[in-house]
Nanobody, 127 residues
């Protein structure tokens, strides 16, 4: 089984930057697509970014494209989300998720495509 632990959340001013990390247990990390989602108070969980197993191919929500960057370090079993030019509307709990082994469907924007989820880390952007 896979355990995911997010870190790096906190309070940041609008326009600032923050980098989230997600550490994965197990030996299958490099063979799984990884995704980032977020959920703001009173809102539904939304897709943020995904990266194919092994890295290289990525996908981003329009709301964060050009501001956020997803990357992975398979040697460290860790996926990252670099967040720049943060806005107040980015305030949410951010979740890391792991997909199926060697899977990359046409779209990785649905949470149902992921097998494991972390507990989340709070990101608060002040104006």
């Amino acid at each position: 089984q896979v355990q995911l632990v997010e870190s790096g959340g906190g309070l940041v001013q609008a326009g600032g930057s923050l980098r989230l990390s997600c550490a994965s247990s197990g030996s299958t990390f490099s063979s799984r697509a990884m995704g980032w989602f977020r959920q703001a108070p009173g809102k539904e969980r939304e897709f943020i970014a995904a990266i194919r197993w092994g890295g290289g191919i990525t996908d981003y929500a329009d709301s964060v494209k050009g501001r956020f960057t997803i990357s992975r370090d398979n040697a460290k079993n860790t996926v990252y989300l670099q967040m720049n030019s943060l806005k107040a509307e980015d305030t949410a709990v951010y979740y890391c998720a792991a997909g199926a082994v060697r899977g990359w469907p046409l779209s990785y924007r649905s949470g149902s495509l992921y097998e494991y989820w972390g507990q989340g880390t709070q990101v608060t952007v002040s104006s």
